[in-house]
């Protein structure tokens, strides 16, 4: 039983017997059919009062035959008042007819029958052979409330229920119905927003009121409908109702629906548009009652302030529910309920709709009507009709005024209405008087169209301001265009760029095109002169006046001189020209990305404007890469736009231009790729990447066979540069394409066996390592590579392969499970090749390592592990050779090659003569690589062997250093044996070398923890020596626990202070300063005056450290709990101490925040109770820096809730008069930050994150 259908039951027993003569008479007028006249002879004339006779009322029916009516409300003896009544309505003398022509007696009573009563009476009307009709209290309420509501009102004083408290299936079937099925479906598949639905399951669960707010169209009313689904279905004794919009007050539909004593959960959908709603059912959600009631809002994100502000006594959670991301809108289009699987389709239904759900839908159904046309139609009309959906009681295309104003406020996008200026600028260009546009801007907003806060105007969505703008501006021309650029361009330069690129993306370029070319066209004219004009606006618009720029850069370069040099380089660094782009490359680029007329004007320009510009060649390299990627967008096409570029490319190299010959071994690499990494902007400034397979189509092989077949031509007179192609071509496991690649190979391979000699070994090894290569290559067919191996399996190949350490393709020759193993089985393989009897046999290594350095480039570090293992073994078997050997590689050192660390300490450990032996040709050596093989000498020369001589050694070498180099400082206490004072004089010399010449020798920053004692007690020494490492060594890492600085601490306090003198220098140099610690300090006694000294530096300097460190809470780093409560007794010492330093008092504070934030309050308090002066608090900021802060937050308040806080503590201060006007201050000073909420909401709304 509902809420109404109890109370008609109430109303109906508590009835007077008139009302319910009346009542029944109306219901029986309403409910019979058939009736010809109706008589109501129980009741007087105009009164509400009933009189003797029988019966109480008759009727006559279509067949002539007449019906007596009787009314009871008689509780007590019922059924012999009704058999009574019946016997009445039978005699003749009563009625004064015939009980004959009495067809049918209908009796109407507000009380109920038992089945046995019910019984009794109906064989009374058996035995008098009459039809009876018994209408109690059941069948009148029950037929009141389903069919005749009207009844509950007129005479039982029920309001009737407006409808606006649904249940959820039938709010689902209306809201569906209502924009005849072009929103969103409630009811389809509920995908996405499975985060958020747990998160707000949860909200629920642990509060009453949950508010979700968002833009329209992101599904707000579908997660909340889906969350109190499943809520319901955790919770079952809840009942759930959706609050619906009707226009008419609730409140009576509330005490109607709402029982006191059930548990019920309310959606109230779109708050912000039945405020009144809300306001009553918050009234009834504060009211004592048995059953809970939990409410769910949805609110437009704009408004969400204003409900807020209505809750702000309560309890609630609130959740910023976002657009839904392309991923997702791409999920639910392509859900069952859709089925848009199409790629391109979709990326076309993601841009229309911009997160926008509704709009999603709208269009799928679209596209899957229309097809291919929906992909390069105008999707105006689609607009037209999503709008006009929403708009059926309000014919805005056809008011122009009001769609002036929309158009207006669609380009603007949120003006301020107090901005008399604009407003009387856009009156005079667009005659939209103040009064009109304020009419207008009602009206709109009433429709929810756009959206009114702080006393500004905003459209209410980005696709509504995109559609509006091309409607009104562009396709229906209602406002110009014309005044409209040549008025507010380039003042707002961003909101033309936000208007037209969506437009043309949405409506089509052409039709853009043919609207606006002609006023974009004028406006350029009279600004080609000032070419910083110019720029500026074929920045935005080149694409609308193609001839125009490409003149305006022709002109340019044909004024340009010819070049003094032409050397053509085409190399470039990944990051090079990112940040600085050339700007006439960077204009005729663009033309690059889309197949037009003008595509080959541009590239021939581009090139035209390298012949007068060489330096620019590697940019133009990188725009042509970066532009004329294959895509799958080209496919379509036919890769026209490649196809015309290459062919322009080969046509003018093979006339013998430089720059195009340059540009062409270059761009050649790239166009042979199998798989091309393609990176595409997508919306909202997103970039998305994937993996381009090239399909090998006839297009695709005549292109390839082009390039390919100019290389070859090129071979005579180019060499080295076809050589670099065909070496580079070696595509990886993820970019390799086998139909391709078997393609390529089949024009490649009888090229490499008539032009490559074996007798060239970098031949003979590109040859090998592509025969490697493809060979580990399951899904390519072609092998005729293979015959080319042992034609290029020559010696100098082999001697190559041995020195060579390549792990994996070694697997072939050896077995081995691991890195140890596989280095033994190497080091044989060297030993049975490089293990030489005499001298001669040595140039076959040295021509392996240069091969090897021929074709490993930078990497020599195989030839260095190889040259270690070979001079150990030649030195180890035979002296004098392997010493030999040695020598014969210092006279040949190639460059680069890594030092034979390994070699040198055989040598050196080998016994004092060959020590002394290897040393002397170290130190004759005349090499840039001398100084780091001396010093790897010094680092295995055993401690026995060590004399007056290698200490001099030494120390001449260090005077010798003339470039960076790293030292082994620890191993200078070896030296200390022969003389004590040496490695002092050492650091001495390397401090001074640092110091006075600039070089950079480095140590490591153990030495300070650990080796102290090298520095013989010399402070001075250690000092300088500490802060030279600091910064040369490696200042990220240098002492990165702080270990050394509290090594020279403990045995030199004065150390503390002046390493705070260097902090700004460190900083300087890189190293963050708040990652330098001093809490080891507090572990110290007999200290305490240089912690006050460098306490009081950082408080009368202001330093910071990072973001929002101060350089004093380095102190109270890293405490232990022994040192917390000593680290804090200082600091509240020093704040008594200094009570009167405001500047002294901040930094305290602010060190409190930072490292002792359970003591703030106490802290505080004790301060208050020192020092209670107003100006002294007022220049103290108390709740300093909030820090990083993530999410959507506003500042003005979180900083109003901070100094609350502050007024909290001020509070349960002592209540001396002293701390009223601080009082004061903090009241004021709150109601500031307020103040400066609302601008950020006001700032917000003018321009949100869209």
Same mark, same amino acid.
């Given at each position: 039983?509902?809420?109404?259908?109890?109370?008609?039951?109430?109303?109906?027993i508590?009835?007077?017997?008139? %009302?319910f003569?009346?009542?029944?008479?109306?219901?029986?007028?309403?409910?019979?059919?058939?009736?010809?006249?109706f008589?109501?002879?129980?009741?007087?004339? %105009?009164?509400?009062?009933?009189?003797?006779?029988?019966?109480?009322s008759?009727?006559?029916?279509?067949?002539?035959?007449?019906?007596?009516?009787?009314?009871?409300?008689?509780?007590?003896?019922?059924?012999?008042?009704?058999?009574?009544?019946?016997?009445?309505?039978?005699?003749?003398?009563?009625?004064?007819?015939?009980?004959?022509?009495?067809?049918?007696?209908?009796?109407?009573?507000?009380?109920?029958?038992?089945?046995?009563?019910?019984?009794?009476?109906?064989?009374?009307?058996?035995?008098?052979?009459?039809?009876?009709?018994?209408?109690?209290?059941?069948?009148l309420?029950?037929?009141?409330?389903?069919?005749?509501?009207? #009844?509950?009102?007129?005479?039982?004083?029920?309001?009737?229920?407006?409808?606006?408290?649904?249940?959820?299936?039938?709010?689902?079937?209306e809201?569906?119905?209502?924009?005849?099925?072009?929103?969103?479906?409630?009811?389809?598949?509920?995908?996405?927003r499975?985060?958020?639905?747990?998160?707000?399951?949860?909200?629920?669960?642990?509060?009453?009121?949950?508010?979700?707010?968002?833009?329209?169209?992101?599904?707000?009313?579908?997660?909340?409908?889906k969350?109190?689904q499943?809520f319901?279905?955790?919770?079952?004794?809840?009942?759930?109702?959706?609050?619906?919009?009707?226009?008419?007050?609730?409140?009576d539909?509330?005490?109607?629906?709402?029982?006191?004593?059930?548990?019920?959960i309310?959606?109230i959908?779109?708050?912000?548009?039945?405020?009144?709603?809300?306001?009553?059912?918050?009234?009834?959600?504060?009211?004592?009652?048995?059953?809970?009631?939990?409410?769910?809002?949805?609110?437009?994100?704009?408004?969400?302030?204003?409900?807020?502000?209505?809750?702000?006594?309560?309890?609630?959670?609130?959740?910023?529910?976002?657009?839904?991301?392309?991923?997702?809108?791409?999920?639910?289009?392509?859900?069952?309920?859709?089925?848009?699987?199409?790629?391109?389709?979709?990326?076309?239904?993601?841009?229309?709709?911009?997160?926008?759900?509704?709009?999603?839908?709208?269009?799928?159904?679209?596209?899957?009507?229309?097809?291919?046309?929906?992909?390069?139609?105008?999707?105006? $009309?689609?607009?037209?009709?999503?709008?006009?959906?929403f708009?059926?009681?309000?014919?805005?295309?056809?008011?122009?005024?009001?769609?002036?104003?929309?158009?207006?406020?669609?380009?603007?996008?949120?003006?301020?209405?107090?901005?008399?200026?604009?407003?009387?600028?856009?009156?005079?260009?667009?005659?939209v008087?103040?009064?009109?546009?304020?009419?207008?801007?009602?009206?709109?907003?009433?429709?929810?169209l756009?959206?009114?806060?702080?006393?500004?105007v905003?459209?209410?969505?980005q696709?509504?301001?995109?559609?509006?703008?091309?409607?009104?501006?562009?396709?229906?021309?209602?406002?110009?265009?014309?005044?409209?650029?040549?008025?507010?361009?380039?003042?707002?330069?961003?909101?033309?760029?936000?208007?037209?690129?969506p437009?043309?993306?949405?409506?089509g370029?052409e039709?853009?095109?043919?609207?606006?070319?002609?006023?974009?066209?004028?406006?350029?004219?009279?600004?080609?002169?000032?070419?910083?004009?110019?720029?500026?606006?074929?920045?935005?618009?080149?694409?609308?006046?193609?001839e125009?720029?490409?003149?305006?850069f022709?002109?340019?370069?044909?004024?340009?001189?010819?070049?003094?040099?032409?050397?053509?380089?085409?190399?470039?660094?990944?990051?090079?020209f990112?940040?600085?782009?050339?700007?006439?490359?960077?204009?005729?680029?663009?033309?690059?990305?889309?197949?037009?007329?003008?595509?080959?004007?541009?590239?021939?320009?581009?090139?035209?404007?390298?012949?007068?510009?060489?330096?620019?060649?590697?940019? !133009?390299?990188?725009?042509?890469?970066?532009?004329?990627?294959?895509?799958?967008?080209?496919?379509?096409?036919?890769?026209?736009?490649?196809?015309?570029?290459?062919?322009?490319?080969?046509?003018?190299?093979?006339?013998?231009?430089?720059?195009?010959?340059?540009?062409?071994?270059?761009l050649?690499?790239?166009?042979?790729?199998?798989?091309?990494?393609?990176?595409?902007?997508?919306?909202?400034?997103?970039?998305?990447?994937?993996?381009?397979?090239?399909?090998?189509?006839s297009?695709?092989?005549?292109l390839?066979?082009?390039?390919?077949?100019?290389?070859?031509?090129?071979?005579?007179?180019?060499?080295?540069?076809?050589?670099?192609?065909?070496? $580079?071509?070696?595509?990886?496991?993820?970019e390799?394409?086998?139909?391709?690649?078997?393609?390529?190979?089949?024009?490649?391979?009888?090229?490499?066996?008539e032009?490559?000699?074996?007798?060239?070994f970098?031949?003979?090894?590109?040859?090998?390592?592509?025969?490697?290569?493809f060979?580990?290559?399951?899904?390519?067919?072609n092998?005729?590579?293979?015959?080319?191996k042992?034609?290029?399996?020559?010696?100098?190949?082999?001697?190559?392969?041995?020195?060579?350490?390549?792990?994996?393709?070694?697997?072939?020759?050896?077995?081995f499970?691991n890195?140890e193993?596989?280095?033994? #089985?190497?080091?044989?393989?060297?030993?049975?090749?490089?293990?030489?009897?005499?001298?001669?046999?040595?140039?076959?290594?040295f021509?392996?390592?240069?091969?090897?350095?021929?074709?490993?480039?930078?990497?020599?570090?195989?030839?260095?592990?190889?040259?270690?293992?070979?001079?150990?073994?030649?030195?180890?078997?035979?002296?004098?050779?392997?010493?030999?050997?040695f020598?014969?590689?210092?006279?040949?050192?190639p460059?680069?090659?890594?030092?034979?660390?390994?070699?040198?300490?055989?040598?050196?450990?080998?016994?004092?003569?060959?020590?002394?032996?290897?040393?002397?040709?170290?130190?004759?050596?005349?090499?840039?690589?001398?100084?780091?093989?001396?010093?790897?000498?010094?680092?295995?020369?055993?401690?026995?062997?060590?004399?007056?001589?290698?200490?001099?050694?030494?120390?001449?070498?260090?005077?010798?250093?003339?470039? !960076?180099i !790293?030292?082994?400082?620890?191993?200078?206490?070896?030296?200390?044996l022969?003389?004590?004072?040496?490695?002092?004089?050492?650091?001495?010399?390397?401090?001074?070398?640092?110091?006075?010449?600039?070089?950079?020798?480095?140590?490591? %920053?153990?030495?300070?923890e650990?080796?102290?004692?090298?520095f013989?007690?010399?402070?001075?020494?250690?000092?300088?020596?500490?802060?030279?490492?600091?910064?040369?060594?490696?200042?990220?890492?240098?002492?990165?626990?702080?270990?050394?600085?509290?090594?020279?601490?403990?045995? !030199?306090?004065?150390?503390?202070?002046?390493?705070?003198?260097?902090?700004?220098?460190?900083?300087?140099?890189?190293?963050?300063?708040?990652?330098?610690?001093?809490?080891?300090?507090?572990?110290?006694?007999?200290?305490?005056e240089?912690?006050?000294?460098?306490?009081d530096?950082?408080?009368?300097?202001?330093?910071?450290l990072?973001?929002?460190?101060?350089?004093?809470?380095?102190?109270?780093?890293?405490?232990?709990q022994?040192?917390?409560?000593?680290?804090?007794?200082?600091?509240?010492?020093?704040?008594?101490?200094?009570?009167?330093?405001?500047?002294?008092?901040?930094?305290?504070?602010?060190?409190?925040?930072?490292?002792?934030?359970?003591?703030?309050?106490?802290?505080?308090?004790?301060?208050?109770?020192?020092?209670?002066? #107003?100006?002294?608090?007022?220049?103290?900021?108390?709740?300093?820096?909030?820090?990083?802060?993530?999410?959507?937050?506003?500042?003005?308040?979180?900083?109003?809730?901070?100094?609350?806080?502050?007024?909290?503590?001020?509070?349960?201060?002592?209540?001396?008069?002293?701390?009223?006007?601080?009082?004061?201050?903090?009241?004021?000073?709150?109601?500031?930050?307020?103040?400066?909420?609302?601008?950020?909401?006001?700032?917000?709304?003018?321009?949100?994150?869209?």
């Open positions: 039983m509902t809420g109404r259908l109890q109370l008609i039951e109430q109303k109906l508590a009835i007077d017997p008139a %009302g003569q009346n009542l029944c008479d109306a219901y029986l007028m309403l409910r019979e059919e058939g009736i010809r006249s008589n109501r002879t129980g009741s007087q004339v %105009g009164k509400q009062k009933t009189k003797i006779g029988t019966p109480d008759f009727v006559r029916l279509d067949d002539n035959k007449l019906a007596c009516i009787e009314y009871t409300t008689q509780a007590e003896s019922k059924v012999s008042k009704i058999k009574a009544d019946i016997e009445k309505c039978l005699d003749e003398e009563k009625t004064g007819v015939d009980a004959e022509k009495l067809d049918q007696i209908i009796v109407c009573f507000n009380s109920r029958l038992t089945l046995e009563e019910e019984a009794e009476i109906q064989d009374f009307a058996q035995q008098v052979v009459k039809r009876i009709d018994l209408i109690g209290i059941d069948t309420a029950i037929e009141i409330q389903s069919k005749y509501l009207l #009844l509950s009102r007129e005479f039982l004083g029920i309001s009737i229920e407006t409808g606006q408290i649904l249940p959820f299936d039938k709010f689902i079937s809201y569906n119905n209502k924009a005849h099925q072009l929103s969103t479906p409630l009811d389809n598949e509920f995908l996405n499975e985060k958020e639905l747990q998160e707000q399951l949860g909200f629920l669960e642990r509060t009453d009121l949950l508010i979700i707010s968002g833009a329209p169209g992101i599904g707000k009313t579908k997660i909340g409908i969350v109190i499943e319901t279905e955790l919770n079952p004794s809840y009942f759930s109702f959706a609050i619906a919009k009707k226009g008419v007050d609730i409140l539909d509330l005490k109607i629906q709402l029982q006191v004593d059930r548990d019920y309310l959606l959908d779109d708050a912000n548009r039945q405020l009144s709603n809300l306001t009553q059912i918050l009234g009834l959600f504060k009211e004592e009652r048995k059953g809970k009631i939990k409410i769910l809002i949805t609110v437009r994100n704009y408004a969400l302030d204003d409900i807020k502000n209505l809750t702000s006594d309560l309890e609630k959670e609130v959740m910023d529910l976002k657009k839904f991301s392309d991923e997702e809108i791409i999920q639910i289009i392509s859900s069952d309920s859709f089925k848009i699987l199409n790629p391109e389709y979709q990326k076309r239904i993601v841009g229309i709709s911009d997160g926008n759900a509704r709009l999603a839908v709208m269009a799928s159904r679209l596209a899957n009507k229309k097809q291919e046309e929906f992909l390069i139609g105008d999707v105006s $009309d689609l607009f037209d009709s999503y709008f006009g959906t708009m059926s009681d309000f014919d805005l295309f056809n008011d122009k005024n009001v769609l002036k104003v929309l158009g207006i406020i669609s380009f603007f996008f949120s003006i301020n209405r107090n901005d008399k200026s604009l407003l009387e600028s856009i009156s005079r260009h667009f005659e008087g103040y009064y009109d546009f304020n009419e207008a801007v009602e009206e709109l907003h009433k429709r929810e756009i959206e009114v806060q702080f006393n500004r905003r459209i209410s969505e696709v509504m301001a995109t559609y509006f703008f091309y409607k009104v501006f562009i396709k229906d021309q209602i406002l110009s265009f014309d005044i409209l650029i040549n008025n507010f361009y380039p003042l707002m330069k961003s909101r033309f760029k936000d208007s037209i690129i437009a043309n993306n949405s409506f370029y039709n853009v095109f043919k609207k606006i070319h002609q006023d974009l066209n004028n406006y350029f004219q009279q600004k080609s002169g000032d070419e910083d004009a110019a720029l500026d606006f074929l920045d935005l618009f080149w694409f609308y006046l193609p125009d720029a490409l003149t305006y022709y002109t340019k370069i044909t004024e340009l001189p010819e070049p003094y040099s032409s050397v053509y380089r085409t190399k470039y660094e990944i990051n090079d990112v940040f600085e782009k050339e700007k006439t490359l960077d204009f005729i680029s663009r033309f690059f990305r889309h197949i037009t007329s003008w595509f080959d004007t541009a590239v021939l320009l581009g090139f035209e404007y390298i012949k007068k510009k060489p330096e620019h060649l590697p940019e !133009y390299i990188r725009r042509i890469k970066e532009t004329l990627n294959f895509a799958h967008s080209d496919e379509k096409y036919g890769f026209k736009r490649q196809v015309d570029f290459i062919q322009i490319l080969i046509d003018n190299a093979h006339s013998g231009n430089p720059h195009y010959m340059a540009a062409f071994f270059t050649s690499k790239f166009f042979l790729q199998q798989s091309f990494q393609v990176s595409e902007g997508g919306r909202n400034h997103s970039i998305s990447f994937y993996e381009y397979p090239l399909p090998l189509y297009v695709t092989k005549e390839r066979t082009l390039i390919w077949e100019k290389l070859f031509e090129c071979f005579e007179n180019y060499p080295e540069e076809v050589y670099g192609v065909i070496k $580079d071509f070696k595509p990886s496991y993820h390799l394409n086998p139909e391709v690649l078997d393609f390529d190979l089949g024009l490649l391979v009888p090229f490499i066996s032009n490559f000699s074996p007798k060239t970098k031949y003979a090894h590109c040859v090998q390592e592509m025969i490697y290569r060979d580990r290559e399951e899904r390519i067919t092998r005729s590579y293979r015959e080319l042992e034609k290029f399996l020559t010696e100098d190949y082999l001697y190559y392969r041995k020195l060579d350490w390549d792990k994996l393709r070694d697997k072939e020759e050896f077995e499970e890195w193993e596989y280095g033994t #089985l190497k080091s044989e393989e060297l030993k049975n090749y490089f293990l030489f009897d005499n001298e001669s046999e040595f140039p076959k290594l021509t392996a390592i240069e091969n090897l350095q021929t074709v490993k480039e930078r990497d020599y570090f195989p030839a260095g592990q190889s040259i270690n293992i070979i001079i150990e073994d030649n030195f180890r078997k035979n002296n004098e050779l392997g010493f030999l050997l020598r014969r590689i210092l006279e040949e050192f460059k680069g090659l890594q030092f034979p660390h390994r070699a040198i300490s055989v040598i050196v450990r080998s016994s004092p003569s060959w020590c002394l032996k290897i040393w002397a040709e170290l130190d004759r050596w005349k090499n840039e690589s001398s100084p780091f093989w001396k010093v790897s000498f010094f680092r295995h020369l055993p401690t026995d062997f060590i004399d007056k001589f290698y200490c001099d050694c030494l120390l001449h070498l260090i005077d010798s250093i003339d470039r !960076y !790293y030292l082994y400082v620890e191993d200078f206490s070896r030296f200390n022969i003389d004590k004072g040496f490695s002092k004089t050492a650091l001495t010399k390397i401090s001074k070398k640092n110091d006075d010449i600039g070089l950079v020798i480095a140590f490591e %920053g153990d030495v300070f650990k080796n102290l004692d090298l013989d007690s010399d402070y001075e020494l250690i000092r300088k020596s500490y802060f030279q490492q600091f910064r040369i060594n490696h200042f990220q890492i240098f002492d990165y626990k702080g270990k050394g600085i509290e090594a020279i601490f403990k045995s !030199y306090p004065e150390f503390l202070m002046d390493f705070v003198h260097q902090l700004e220098e460190i900083e300087r140099n890189g190293r963050g300063g708040k990652d330098i610690s001093f809490g080891f300090v507090w572990k110290y006694e007999g200290v305490d240089f912690i006050s000294e460098v306490s530096f950082f408080a009368e300097n202001d330093r910071y990072g973001y929002s460190y101060h350089a004093h809470s380095i102190l109270f780093q890293d405490l232990n022994e040192s917390i409560e000593k680290a804090y007794d200082f600091v509240q010492n020093e704040i008594r101490r200094h009570s009167r330093d405001s500047k002294k008092i901040q930094v305290y504070f602010q060190t409190i925040r930072s490292c002792f934030k359970d003591k703030f309050e106490i802290a505080f308090l004790d301060f208050l109770s020192i020092n209670s002066d #107003l100006e002294m608090f007022k220049s103290i900021d108390w709740v300093g820096n909030v820090g990083v802060v993530m999410g959507d937050v506003n500042f003005g308040e979180l900083n109003a809730k901070r100094w609350g806080n502050i007024l909290d503590l001020v509070n349960k201060s002592d209540p001396t008069l002293s701390m009223i006007p601080i009082k004061g201050f903090l009241k004021k000073r709150i109601e500031a930050e307020y103040r400066y909420a609302e601008y950020e909401r006001e700032r917000k709304f003018s321009t949100p994150d869209w």
